[in-house]
């Protein structure tokens, strides 16, 4: 490569390799995987928790929640490529239902079944509702604050009878949220306002149509994006210099736990998203002698 070519800055995120994991927060984590994993045919992962700084400021400076905030996780795989994170926070005041959908901060799973018909009846089964035309689109509410919409696509069926494709969120400013996806992380635009990085899932970008204020992190329906990149100091650092973007701290190491050895740090996006930079060393993390769950199984 030449000189002059290798000083030029950066364009987007330094070794970005794919979205890593959607993350959302529930208000009854057991209830969450009991249905991701029974309804929607998730495989439990591994759990962690509870994570929580009874005399410091961690919560606040790591994660962006309030200092006395606790959380339990559990990371699910869904589908062909989506690790899920789901989070239940212990904290005064958080808000235990998620917003309306249309309102900034709310999101939505995007699935794919192969019989629309009959994933409503069963989806009605477990206690959900359900809404739409059962010929082609349906948005289902949990009572614990997960909604999706599903589409028909008789190409996962039969070895897959689900597929959750990616997720949509609801923004304030689409046009910003748009130009950070593309312009700093380097995702790619698929169709419209969807996005894609390497072979992770779907992020869908919507303009909010009613008023509201986002959801925290330990809020009901909040959520977080987070991107594998090959070296999160370096990630961090580039980002550190984009305007809008705060880093929340230095990156961290996991030393302990189900995925001691993970890398990471959070960041808030200029449009007000939380997000993450991840590096896993996926096949050599401790959860991985205790389960064939795998988070980073090939599509």
């Avoid at 235990?96 to 709310?106: L, V």
């Avoid at 994006?225 to 961090?236: G, I, S």
Wanted: net charge negative; proline share 7%; with cysteine.
């Amino acid at each position: 490569m030449d000189t002059a070519e290798s000083a030029l800055p950066q364009a987007t995120l330094p070794g970005a390799v794919a979205v890593d994991h959607l993350a959302s927060t529930v208000s009854d984590l057991e209830a969450a995987v009991a249905f991701l994993t029974a309804e929607l045919g998730g495989q439990e992962c591994y759990r962690e928790g509870p994570i929580a700084d009874a005399t410091g400021d961690w919560m606040a400076r790591k994660l962006g929640v309030p200092a006395e905030a606790s959380a339990r996780i559990v990371m699910i795989r869904l589908g062909k490529r989506l690790n899920f994170e789901v989070f239940e926070y212990t904290c005064p005041g958080a808000s235990r239902t998620a917003g309306q959908p249309g309102t900034p901060g709310s999101s939505c799973l995007l699935l794919a079944v192969a019989d629309l018909p009959v994933f409503a009846a069963r989806m009605r089964l477990a206690g959900l509702v359900v809404e739409g035309d059962e010929r082609r689109l349906l948005r289902c509410r949990t009572e614990f604050g997960l909604t999706f919409e599903v589409v028909e696509d008789r190409a996962v069926a039969p070895r897959l009878p689900v597929d959750v494709v990616g997720m949509r969120y609801t923004v304030a400013d689409l046009p910003a949220a748009q130009r950070f996806l593309t312009s700093v992380i380097g995702m790619g635009a698929v169709r419209g306002n969807v996005h894609r990085l390497g072979n992770g899932p779907l992020v869908e970008l919507a303009p909010a149509t009613l008023p509201g204020v986002p959801p925290g992190n330990h809020d009901v329906g909040g959520h977080h994006l987070a991107f594998a990149v090959t070296d999160v100091d370096r990630a961090a650092e580039f980002l550190a210099h984009q305007d809008g973007v705060h880093v929340m701290g230095t990156p961290e190491t996991v030393t302990t736990g189900p995925i001691a050895g993970d890398r990471w740090v959070y960041f808030t996006s200029p449009f007000g998203m939380q997000m993450e930079l991840i590096c896993m060393p996926d096949g050599n993390l401790p959860y991985e002698r205790a389960t064939s769950a795998r988070r980073w199984q090939p599509c």
